[in-house]
């Protein structure tokens, strides 16, 4: 009877599958037949929809004090010029604040301090590209003099660099089929893939203000960007 137990036991322990066993064979499985490694790019072409330009007051006084009050005074302006315009507090960012003091400098003599330097800049998202030129020159009627920008991208570009993927995918794919016909074999399977990219390809189209001579205000033309996303594919031919 005992005998009969622990045979019973050992034929249940045998039946048991082994997970770590079999886990560790599919990592390591070889490929049968020919190995193919391609690597393809796809991309899609957006209008963008967001502009980010830096713009600041830059002010001198004799004091640091009323070089820093009068920056903070002339920013309140321009904070104020971009809430009537319809910005966002969200999309309004203190970039930067710098107070340096100001030196004269004259022969045979030690340098003399004539005042300070202050500047109060913030970061802005126009998320209207079409009006952002119109609100540049309404924060500059407000005391802005110092505008940099602007970086023109896509809000939410994942559904666009999706479509992205799925050409690089198909570009893949099509070339794979291309060398398995050349060889007079057939894809049998994707091995692996991986993904490299989904980014702005970098130089960008270069966003462009300017002003038109009629009415003398600032425009923004968008343009077109590129999003590109590059895949890694490897497959097996037989």
Same mark, same amino acid.
């Given at each position: 009877?005992?005998?009969?137990?622990?045979?019973?036991?050992?034929?249940?322990?045998?039946?048991?599958?082994?997970?770590?066993?079999?886990?560790?064979?599919?990592?390591?499985?070889?490929?049968?037949?020919?190995?193919?490694?391609?690597?393809?790019?796809?991309?899609?072409?957006?209008?963008?929809?967001?502009?980010?330009?830096?713009?600041?007051?830059?002010?001198?006084?004799?004091?640091?004090?009323?070089?820093?009050? *009068? $920056? @903070?005074?002339?920013? &309140? +302006?321009? =904070? /104020?010029?971009? %809430?009537?315009?319809?910005? !966002? #507090?969200?999309?309004?960012?203190?970039?930067?604040?710098?107070?340096?003091?100001?030196?004269?400098?004259?022969?045979?003599?030690?340098?003399?301090?004539?005042?300070?330097?202050?500047?109060?800049?913030?970061?802005?998202?126009?998320?209207?590209?079409?009006?952002?030129?119109?609100?540049?020159?309404?924060?500059?009627?407000?005391?802005?003099?110092?505008?940099?920008?602007?970086?023109?991208?896509?809000?939410?570009? *994942? $559904? @666009?660099?999706?479509? &992205? +993927?799925? =050409? /690089?995918?198909? %570009?893949?794919?099509?070339? !794979? #089929?291309?060398?398995?016909?050349?060889?007079?074999?057939?894809?049998?399977?994707?091995?692996?893939?991986?993904?490299?990219?989904?980014?702005?390809?970098?130089?960008?189209?270069?966003?462009?203000?300017?002003?038109?001579?009629?009415?003398?205000?600032?425009?923004?033309?968008?343009?077109?960007?590129?999003?590109?996303?590059?895949?890694?594919?490897?497959?097996?031919?037989?």
């Amino acid at each position: 009877m005992r005998l009969t137990l622990i045979a019973a036991c050992l034929a249940a322990a045998a039946a048991l599958p082994a997970p770590a066993t079999a886990q560790q064979a599919n990592i390591n499985q070889t490929i049968a037949g020919t190995r193919l490694d391609i690597n393809a790019s796809g991309e899609v072409n957006r209008v963008p929809d967001l502009a980010i330009i830096s713009a600041g007051v830059v002010t001198r006084a004799t004091t640091a004090r009323s070089a820093l009050q *009068q $920056a @903070a005074h002339k920013m &309140a +302006r321009v =904070r /104020a010029a971009l %809430a009537k315009a319809g910005v !966002a #507090d969200r999309d309004i960012q203190t970039s930067k604040i710098n107070l340096n003091p100001d030196y004269a400098y004259e022969n045979n003599r030690p340098p003399r301090l004539t005042g300070y330097n202050a500047s109060n800049q913030v970061t802005v998202k126009f998320r209207d590209i079409a009006n952002a030129g119109e609100i540049l020159d309404a924060l500059v009627a407000e005391g802005a003099n110092s505008i940099n920008g602007p970086t023109l991208t896509i809000d939410k570009p *994942q $559904a @666009a660099l999706d479509e &992205a +993927r799925t =050409r /690089a995918i198909a %570009a893949a794919r099509a070339r !794979a #089929d291309l060398y398995a016909r050349s060889l007079g074999m057939r894809v049998v399977r994707v091995v692996a893939i991986s993904e490299s990219g989904g980014h702005f390809p970098s130089p960008p189209p270069m966003a462009m203000m300017r002003a038109e001579a009629a009415d003398a205000s600032t425009k923004i033309d968008p343009g077109e960007q590129t999003l590109q996303v590059n895949v890694a594919m490897t497959f097996e031919l037989q």
